[in-house]
């Protein structure tokens, strides 16, 4: 089992910043990727960044240009750092890990950007 929990959520102004960060516990070896999906009220979850064990990256649409994924492998994190945001951006945030082809979803952390 893989645990993952995210922190760094909040309310932040339009047009501002927010670093989400996700931990990742348990049996971690073998996850090759790892990502954060969010879902707004009334909508389907959607994928908004992964990044691969060896630094692949992608990214929705929506979010290219703001949106930057990083993982630091040594402490079994992964970050997501959130610039430029949009009141379109509120929605519960997830960190999701990819081992032995079985995802694993942190709880989620609130984001909500006010306009």
Do not use: H
Request: aromatic share 10%; proline share 1%; hydrophobic share 35%.
């Amino acid at each position: 089992q893989v645990q993952l929990v995210e922190s760094g959520g909040g309310l932040v102004q339009a047009g501002g910043s927010l670093r989400l960060s996700c931990a990742a516990s348990g049996t971690i070896s073998s996850i090759n990727a790892m990502g954060w999906s969010r879902q707004a009220p009334g909508k389907q979850r959607e994928l908004v960044a992964g990044i691969t064990f060896g630094g692949i990256t992608n990214y929705a649409d929506s979010v290219k240009g703001r949106f930057t994924i990083s993982w630091n492998n040594a402490k079994n994190t992964v970050f997501l750092e959130m610039n430029s945001l949009k009141s379109e951006d509120t929605a519960v945030y997830y960190c999701n890990a990819v081992r032995v082809g079985i995802y694993f979803f942190g709880q989620g952390t609130q984001v909500t950007v006010s306009s």
